[in-house]
């Protein structure tokens, strides 16, 4: 007579420390930071439409009293001009679910004019301006096939 042993497992529990495990292996494993920063690098390198006559005298009129970015262009529309809006960006885990959330936090000053004066008056939330870019038809955030697969690359090699 063989002896069998038999262990019933619930596999909604399993599941659920499986998740969690791996959640915490992705935190600590520097993989959220790596795919924000991916993301951003993806933001620089798009080409978004074409900026408006006004907007590029804008942008030279800004640069000449504010700080700018190394990859600021004048003519080009990189979301770069301080590049701050960018360097908000983070990724998290949702909850449970390992899904990646991608989103700017924070706020951006104003920028200073030839006055000394700052416009706008009071800093605007990140989210207003990618919520301002949407309305515009640019969705920096817009994640395509190639960016999704390259962040599953990122995940592998870090983990």
Not at 28 to 55: C, P, Y
């Amino acid at each position: 007579m063989v002896l069998k042993a038999t262990v019933k497992i619930d596999s909604k529990v399993a599941a659920d420390k499986i998740r969690k495990s791996l959640k915490q292996r992705i935190i600590d494993s520097g993989v959220l930071e790596a795919i924000a920063n991916h993301v951003i690098k993806q933001i620089r390198a798009k080409n978004f439409t074409a900026l408006k006559d006004t907007t590029i005298e804008w942008r030279r009129r800004i640069a000449s009293t504010n700080p700018t970015h190394p990859k600021y262009s004048a003519q080009k529309s990189n979301l770069t001009l301080t590049g701050e809006f960018l360097d908000s960006i983070v990724s998290e885990i949702i909850k449970k679910d390992l899904l990646v959330k991608i989103y700017p936090t924070g706020e951006h000053p104003g920028y200073f004019t030839k006055k000394g004066s700052v416009t706008p008056k009071k800093a605007v939330s990140n989210q207003e301006i990618l919520e301002r870019q949407l309305s515009l038809g640019r969705n920096p955030l817009k994640i395509t096939g190639t960016v999704r697969r390259e962040i599953i690359e990122i995940i592998k090699k870090k983990l």
